[in-house]
């Protein structure tokens, strides 16, 4: 097998690390490089925000593979290095650092970016993002010198953080433009919980805020100033308002792209040898019936398994199959802890929640039309499989056993 019938995976986080176990296990033996801007070997990011930042959690375990794994399984792998272009013709990628790798199949699991707010002082030094350890490694030490953190975002990153700055003893302001927490992908009905949990844990909110920038003295950030003028003091700001797939690479080899890489239910691209995962993927969906993009860890878990099927093109044993897993999003917040199964997207009319909202013991359920779209479990586990098969079914649901916690969620 020569070089040209190799297989590179671009972009070294947790996707590319399940894509190149997934191509080993799936009986590969060929050429696989796997290369990597960031200079660890790939990682999961959840404890970014969670168990590392806290110092709850060593880094080691957040790291996808032993250190000895890839050379054991002969994957070349390359950290600290960037691919700065894609030739389809030749079918080779370049490398910044002027080498260049043949492929017969490429994969681009390049992640995302932290987007920033186009205002004035965002680029003052304690103006944070979070998405690389060096990131958590920043904002962790800053928790230990000062006295408040302003965040700018009240999605699940900016609570995150929120949660583990009150841990160790910080001050937290968060400025939000909707008017609650996770109000875009909860709804008002779901969200307040999260608005509640972080006012009773001391966390102050500012939500249908409109931000009109960064206050810089003597090249610190110093606050935010508001639209209306009024300046909200603290010692470092953390920009938590979402991220922007990273693209580019897709975009300049004449890749199809719409809010990420376009791919198949098997996440092969507009060109049949390249294929995308992770969070750039937009991908059709067969359960959906339409694209859906989601940016969270079970995305880069599962999806490399599929499309190291889809580069391998199946076998009578292990037929290539399409990416079908319905979203799940996991969070730990004070002593919260939830799991979030399904898409809201489409819309929904109506929320049922059965247990304690007060207490923060519920499960909550999205319908639309009597069937349900979405759920979530707080404080409560061993439902998400229930949970699973009520959105798959698609079956109208008796909402009042739905509401009761005595009726198995199986038996409504």
Same mark, same amino acid.
């Given at each position: ?7 590179? &995976? $671009? /972009? @070294? !986080?947790?996707? %590319?690390?399940?894509? *190149?176990? =997934?191509? +080993?296990?799936? #009986? ?122 302003? &965040? $700018? /975002? @009240? !999605?699940?990153? %900016?609570?995150?953080? *929120?949660? =583990?700055? +009150?841990?160790? #003893? ?123 993009? $989601? ?118």
């Amino acid at each position: 097998m020569g070089e040209s019938d190799g297989i590179v &995976i $671009v /972009g @070294a !986080g947790l996707a %590319g690390g399940k894509a *190149a176990e =997934a191509l +080993r296990e799936q #009986g590969y033996s060929g050429p696989l490089t796997l290369v990597g801007g960031e200079r660890h070997r790939p990682y999961e990011r959840p404890p970014l925000s969670k168990g590392y930042l806290a110092r709850e959690q060593p880094l080691e375990k957040a790291f996808v593979h032993p250190a000895g794994w890839y050379a054991e399984h002969e994957v070349d792998l390359r950290t600290g290095v960037r691919v700065t272009g894609i030739d389809r013709v030749a079918g080779r990628v370049r490398l910044a650092d002027g080498t260049e790798l043949a492929y017969r199949k490429l994969l681009l699991a390049t992640g995302s970016t932290p987007r920033l707010l186009p205002l004035p002082g965002m680029d003052a030094p304690n103006v944070h993002t979070l998405r690389t350890v060096e990131d958590s490694d920043v904002l962790a030490e800053a928790f230990s010198r000062i006295g408040r953190l302003l &965040i $700018v /975002g @009240a !999605g699940w990153i %900016g609570l995150e953080v *929120a949660a =583990a700055a +009150r841990k160790a #003893g910080v001050e937290v302001s968060i400025v939000e433009a909707a008017e609650l927490p996770l109000l875009r992908v909860l709804g008002p009905e779901l969200a307040a919980v999260f608005a509640d949990l972080h006012r009773a844990n001391g966390v102050e909110l500012r939500l249908g805020a409109r931000l009109a920038g960064v206050e810089v003295a003597e090249g610190q950030a110093t606050g935010l100033r508001m639209a209306d003028g009024e300046l909200v003091t603290g010692d470092a700001v953390l920009v938590a308002v979402g991220a922007a797939p990273n693209v580019e690479l897709a975009v300049e080899a004449g890749l199809a792209v719409d809010d990420g890489v376009l791919v198949d239910a098997g996440l092969v691209s507009s060109d049949p040898d390249i294929l995308a995962c992770g969070d750039i993927a937009n991908v059709e969906s067969p359960f959906y019936g339409g694209r859906i993009r $989601v940016e969270h860890w079970a995305t880069a878990l599962k999806q490399p398994a599929v499309a190291a099927r889809s580069m391998l093109g199946g076998s009578a044993a292990e037929p290539r199959a399409g990416y079908d897993e319905l979203p799940y999003f996991f969070t730990d917040q004070y002593d919260l802890g939830m799991e979030f199964l399904g898409y809201t997207g489409a819309g929904y009319d109506q929320v049922v929640v059965r247990g304690d909202l007060e207490r923060r013991e519920f499960v909550a359920c999205w319908l639309d039309g009597g069937r349900v779209v979405a759920g979530m479990n707080v404080n409560v586990w061993d439902v998400t499989d229930p949970i699973k098969q009520l959105i798959r079914s698609r079956r109208q649901v008796d909402v009042d056993r739905l509401a009761n916690p005595e009726v198995p969620l199986d038996a409504v």
